[in-house]
Every structure is written in C-alpha cells, then in structure tokens.
C-alpha cells in the first residue's frame, strides 16, 4: 500500500470513529422512573448553606453522588410559581409555554385570570374549594372557578411526549400541596394530585379522571391531616446549634392567624379554619405530599416495567415558610432540614422499591427568592417595599392624565408584574394608546424604585437594545396575555402587600436572587460531577428527553446537558 493509501484508510478510519462514536455515547437510556422534585422557592445556594448541617441520604445524596450545575438560572423575568414550573417542565420560556405570571388579565372579559382555572373541569372532590377567607395565596383567591386543568399551557411538557413515545403506556403523575406545582408538572397527558386546604385532602379534576381511584379514597379517608392537630411545629436539635438559633424573633416576620414568629408554633385544633394553611407554612405540608407520592407509586405500580414511569413531586413548605419569614430565618433553616430528611426517606423508599440505579432523578427549584429587607437592612443592605397603589396618584402620572385627557384612573391595576392601563385608554385610537403607554413606561421608569419599566408594544415592535434585562423581560412576554406595561423593580424592593395580605418576602423579579436554583440530577448509574459552566433553565426538560432519546417539548429552547450522557 501506498503511503498515499495508508493515509486514506487511516483518515476513513478517523471519519468513521467521528460519525459511530457520538451515536455511542448518546445511546437511548431507559430508566424505569424520572423523579422530577421541585421545590418552590429553593434558592441555588441554599443547599450549600446548610450542607454540612443535612444527614445522609437527602441533599448529600444527591450533591455528592450526583452531576450537580451550579451555575443555573431561569432566562425568563417573572420568577413565580406557575411560570418556573412550566419552564422546567415544557423547556420552554413563558413566551411561548403561555404562563407569563401566576394570574393575567383577560382582555374580552376585562376579568382576572388564574393560570390553572378551567371552569368545564371542576373538582372530584365536593366542598375542596378555596377559601377566601384563610387562603395564603392571593394567586389563588383570584380564580373565579374552581375546576382546573393544563388547558392553558400552550406547548407540550416532557411528560407529553414521554406519553407519546410511549404508545401512551408509561404512567404519568404530578403531586403537589399547589394545584399549580401538580398540573404543569403532569402535563396535559399526565394525571395531577394537590392538597386541598378547604378539607385536609389531596383532590383532582375531572380533566384526568371521572371518579378518583380506591387508593386515592382511602388515604383521603385515613385524614392524615389531622394528626398535627394541637401540636407544634418544634425545632428537632437544640436552639444554639443553628446558624440562625439567636434570631428567632425579628419583627419583619409574618404572625399569621396566631402562628407566631418564633418556634414552637401552634398548628391549634382542626376546627380553627386555618388549620390546614398552617400545615402548609411548615414541614407538614411536605410531609403529607410525600406520603401521599408514595402511596402513588406503591398503587399506581410505577417503576415496575421496562416501560419509563414519570413522577413530579412538588414540594411547597419552602416557599410559605419564606414568604411568612424570610429565607434566612430560623424556621427557614429548620424546614430545609426537614425537607432533607423527607428527601432521604423517599429515596430510601425508592432504593427499596424501584432502585435508585433504575430512578432517574432530577431537582431544582420554580424560582429563588430574595432576603426580607428587614434582614437586609439589619446587614446595611438596602432594600424595601413597593406599593403600586399609590403610583396612579403621582405628580407626574397626574401630568398624564392632563395631557391625554383622562379623567378617569390612568394605571387601573397592577397584576404582577404588569400595570393594566384604564378601560378610558383602550377606547382609544392604536396610534393615541401607543403614545400612552410609551409615555407611562417612560414615567414610572424614573421612579426611584423601578429598574426598568417597558411597554407591550415597544417589546413587540420595538428596536430594543440587547440586553440580559430586557431578554427576559422578552421571554416573558405573551401578546395575548400581557399587560400594558412590564416593570422591574430595583434589587432587594419589592411587594409585600398580595391582595391585602403582609408577607415578609416576595420573588417574582428578574435579579439573581430570583431566577438562580439548583439543577442536579441523580440515579441511573450518573456519574458524580460537580459542573460550573452557565446553564438555563429550559435545558432540562430538553435534557430528560434527549437522555430517553424522545421528541424535544414542542416549544423547547434548552440546549442538551450533555454530563448525563456521558
Ligand atoms: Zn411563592
């Protein structure tokens, strides 16, 4: 053989190493479970915080045997509930998956809307209704309706095409104690279970199912619920062996309906009627939605076959507990110790029932969330609250209404994160509520507490600069259903005021407090690695597929976290 040749069987050699090695490597994977855990409001550094302080088996597991990003954020500007659950479900940002905030404003009907609602769905489970009266969460108390379903969701979840590749064979769960954190996760193929604070039980739709199944009848008829009744929310070790055991007590705290600021705090008798709000402001809220996640996969028989089950748990404690009292709060450390524990059991329960080598596991958060300003402030960090109410009122809005001739209200409402403009400026000519708008935005900009205030026609038709504020304000923005004008807030401000009820923290903004979580996924033979390179949000749901080797989520931006391949 010529050297020429040889020089060619060598290079056909080299083409097709390059050409078969990555189909190698990228081999479809078929694990008998995906457990995608979520837990609302686990801001990125808060595992690391409390690392040395956890026990075996929970976050160390996960951390150290785990491919674990360090470095990940949502891209998207409104980080809340709904829409950081339908990002790391559907790897798509709000722009396109359609759930832009927690409620929106529909235009027809001039009436709020709340991301889930679906009045032809009502609940299985009579009287399961929200009370507006105890109800923590304002998002909730705006729903008319109390059917729900993923009917407003407008792109697939990983779950839906899991379901698809699957001939519709593997089973699909979302569990949570919010309806929202169940219905995105379980997709429109899925079936969703959450806690019902109206009645202690977890309930479902008629979207999923005509009647619940017997298991399901008789955890609910077990009323699990009731044995916190007169009992407290205790700290497990002594006070002094916390970081936070000297500050118990701070006064920017939430004492909600006699909760207290400082431990032990009083679930009181099942017939006060927030018996059950108050299981959801501690470690109880997750222990119920882990017991009642592994009574589904015990009954639904999930993991059993060679067919890949999928299960969301998401876990909400975290979040109630650092809206009430701040993420660096006493009961905020105690709870995430908690939570590490119940990690641990769960995956000591799979380990038993499933294998952790057959389970592959995934967890991150919907959002972050920033310190109360009160902590802040206590450390010299600036930081405080916003009231929009007052905003219509201003010198310089005032000016406006003069100059337009508006003789009614001009900002109507703001619906996080967006003003709504009156029903006086929709009766307008395009070119007059162009200038309106623009002239609002250009306003309440200079506020000295806004960081960014832009109108839906500038993102829509705008030539804007391209920066890392305005893309995700960008992602965030759905034609259909955003309102008038977006505004950010300055770091570290923000509302406190949700519908007339104080709370001591609240996320929802662009900044890294907000949009930085943790992405780590474990099981199924993964190799530990520990990545800082930058990753987003919408990889993951493009990465759960391309590890099944499945059809990406229709409106999927994510690009492929290739450490789980290898
Ligand atoms: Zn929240």
Redesign the pocket.
């Known amino acids: 053989m010529s050297n020429k040749a040889k020089h060619h069987v060598i290079l056909a050699l080299l083409t097709s190493w390059i050409l078969i090695a990555p189909f190698q490597t990228q081999a479809q994977n078929s694990p008998r479970l995906i457990l995608q855990i979520t837990v ?2 686990l801001r990125g550094d808060l595992p690391m915080r409390y690392m040395d302080r956890f026990g075996e088996g929970g976050f160390r597991y996960l951390w150290e045997q785990g491919v674990v990003y360090t470095d990940a954020y949502h891209n998207h500007a409104n980080n809340e ?1 709904i829409v950081g659950h339908t990002t790391l479900a559907t790897g798509a940002t709000p722009a396109a998956h359609g759930m832009i905030g927690n409620v929106w404003l529909d235009r027809e009907t001039g009436e709020t809307v709340y991301n889930i609602e679906d009045a032809r769905y009502q609940l299985l489970t009579a009287g399961a209704v929200v009370n507006q009266e105890t109800e923590l969460d304002p998002t909730q108390r705006a729903a008319r309706s109390d059917g729900r379903s993923p009917a407003a969701i407008l792109v697939s979840t990983f779950s839906d095409e899991l379901a698809a590749s699957s001939a519709g064979k593997a089973k699909i769960f979302g569990v949570s104690v919010k309806d929202r954190g169940a219905v995105s996760m379980a997709g429109h193929a899925g079936t969703a279970y959450w806690f019902s604070k109206a009645n202690g039980e977890f309930v479902s739709s008629t979207y999923y199912m005509p009647s619940y199944p017997e298991w399901v009848n008789q955890w609910n008829r077990q009323r699990h619920y009731t044995r916190y009744a007169d009992t407290e929310w205790q700290l497990q070790k002594p006070q002094e062996s916390y970081l936070f055991g000297d500050s118990d007590e701070r006064s920017w705290e939430v004492d909600l309906a006699g909760f207290g600021r400082s431990f032990p705090h009083s679930f009181g008798s099942t017939d006060s009627p927030y018996y059950t709000t108050l299981l959801t402001v501690s470690p109880a809220g997750d222990e119920l939605t882990m017991d009642f996640a592994k009574t589904l996969i015990e009954n639904e028989s999930l993991g059993v076959d060679e067919v890949t089950d999928y299960l969301s748990v998401s876990l909400s404690s975290t ?1 109630y507990v650092g ?1 009430l009292f701040g993420p660096s709060s006493l009961e905020a450390e105690e709870n995430l110790l908690r939570l590490d524990q119940l990690l641990a059991d769960l995956f000591a329960y799979i380990e038993v029932n499933i294998g952790l080598e057959n389970t592959l596991i995934v967890l991150s958060a919907d959002h972050g969330a920033p310190d109360t300003p009160g902590y802040s402030n206590s450390l010299n960090i600036p930081g405080g609250y916003v009231r929009p109410e007052t905003w219509d009122q201003q010198a310089a809005i005032e000016r406006l209404k003069q100059r337009f001739d508006i003789e009614t209200e001009l900002i109507e409402n703001y619906q996080h994160p967006y003003i709504y403009l009156s029903a006086e400026v929709a009766s307008r000519s395009d070119a007059e509520r162009e200038a309106i708008e623009r002239a609002v935005a250009a306003e309440v900009a200079l506020f000295p507490e806004i960081s960014l205030a832009i109108s839906s026609r500038s993102l829509e038709y705008g030539n804007l600069p391209d920066n890392e504020l305005i893309n995700a304000v960008l992602r965030n923005f759905n034609p259909k259903r955003s309102g008038d004008v977006y505004v950010v807030f300055e770091p570290n401000w923000f509302i406190n005021d949700m519908d007339g009820l104080e709370v001591a923290s609240t ?1 929802g903004s662009p900044w890294r407090y907000d949009s930085y979580v943790p992405v780590v996924f474990a099981g199924a033979g993964i190799r530990a690695q520990h990545v800082h390179r930058r990753i987003v949000t919408v990889d993951v749901a493009r990465s759960l597929s391309a590890y099944l080797g499945i059809s990406p989520p229709s409106g999927t931006t994510g690009s492929i976290l290739f450490e789980i391949l290898e």
Do not use: E
């Open positions: 609302d409001q509930t979040d809206h996320h």
